[in-house]
């Protein structure tokens, strides 16, 4: 659970705050359909891949976005990240560059992305891919990370992924709950839906279930494993922190590798870490013998700081990559090539 969001956003039965802020989760949901329909969207030269969710918070867009920019570059492809940067300084366009600092300009997730592909944060989408048509470089197809409600751009494919333990939670509209707009328009703006790590038994009231059954389109399940050699994790105690919408699905994880976890520190998403916070962790990991792990998108917010260089230095990370399950992967793989012949060229859903 993010520790910025309301734990009662998926919380079990009703509550009063969600029956007193609905109305104006109403009229968010309201506004964002508003908006949706008002605006022309920019047609590129380029396909264009969007990998969005639901609800406000992280479900793992940026691993599926990596495994969708990996698909392409297997076939040839020349993919382009376009991301929005939240948590770094720039609005943009600006192109990512690895650097000092480079998580508190870009924000740790574009670090990610361009350690895969060529990445572009701009906070206006549309600027953002007139700048990468124009790049000189030749980039084939643009993987946008985030941004399924945003009006600005066609995308030839839409993904809407969402996590298969939490849902959409209640169900209601900021701020209210969880989603981002009402989820039977945000059912329509999609053209598969991934759902994540669903529970393996046969649960009728499961989301994966759900929207098996509510969905006009393909759902797919995809798993979250880690990646490289995580051999060390069982060698030694460890304390584990995490910054990221759902620190726990990382404790688990750790947990689950065999990992012996001392303590736990969870922060906020994209918590900027400070020297208090390094200090901190370095001391509690002294006093138990522990060796300090966090994620990869963690450790991109340490590593360039100088203020922050002995905490990086003291602390390892264990990679995860998303991995489409079964059969799904060449379902996918099909959806994926169907947008970049040009034959999936989605039009904006008719205005209610």
């Known amino acids: 659970m ?42 590129s030269r380029l396909p264009v891949i969007c990998v969005g969710n639901f609800t406000a918070g992280g479900t793992g867009k940026t691993p599926l976005s990596i495994a969708i920019a990996r ?6 492809e020349r993919p382009v990240f376009l991301t929005r940067g939240y948590g770094g300084r720039t609005r943009g366009p600006a192109w990512v560059e690895d ?3 480079g998580a508190k300009i870009y924000g740790d997730e574009p670090l990610l992305l361009a350690a895969m592909a060529p990445t572009l944060v701009a906070r206006d989408r549309r600027a953002g891919v007139i700048t990468i048509e124009a790049d000189r470089r030749p980039h084939t197809v643009v993987i946008m990370d985030d941004g399924l409600q945003n009006p600005a751009i066609t995308k030839d494919l839409a993904i809407a992924l969402v996590d298969g333990r939490r849902g959409i939670g209640n169900g209601e509209v900021i701020p209210a709950g969880p989603l981002r707009a009402p989820f039977d328009f945000q059912m329509g703006l999609a053209d598969v839906v991934v759902v994540r790590d669903p529970p393996t038994d046969e649960d009728p009231d499961s989301v994966y279930t759900v929207l098996r059954h509510g969905f006009l389109g393909p759902v797919m399940v995809a798993r979250v494993e880690a990646s490289g050699d995580t051999s060390w994790v069982a060698q030694r105690p460890l304390l584990a922190f995490a910054g990221i919408a759902n620190p726990r699905r990382f404790y688990r994880l750790i947990e689950k590798l065999g990992g012996r976890l001392t303590d736990t520190l969870s922060f906020p998403d994209h918590h900027p870490f400070t020297p208090a916070d390094a200090a901190k962790l370095m001391g509690a990991a002294r006093a138990t013998g522990a060796q300090l792990v966090t994620t990869e998108k963690d450790y991109a917010r340490l590593k360039g700081d100088a203020a922050l260089a002995a905490l990086a230095d003291s602390t390892r990370t264990v990679a995860i990559e998303m991995r489409i399950a079964g059969s799904d992967a060449g379902r ?21």
Not at 333 to 349: E, Y
């Open 332 to 352: 996918l793989a099909s959806l994926i090539d169907a947008a970049m012949k040009g034959t999936s060229r989605r039009q904006r859903p008719p205005a209610p």
């Open 71 to 76: 698909m392409l570059l297997d076939r040839g």
């Open 2 to 43: 993010r520790l910025d969001e309301p734990s009662w956003w998926y919380g079990d039965g009703d509550d009063v705050r969600r029956r007193i802020l609905s109305p104006l989760g109403r009229l968010y949901g309201w506004a964002a359909e508003r908006r949706y329909y008002r605006r022309r969207p920019y047609r």
């Open 99 to 101: 650097g000092p600092g």
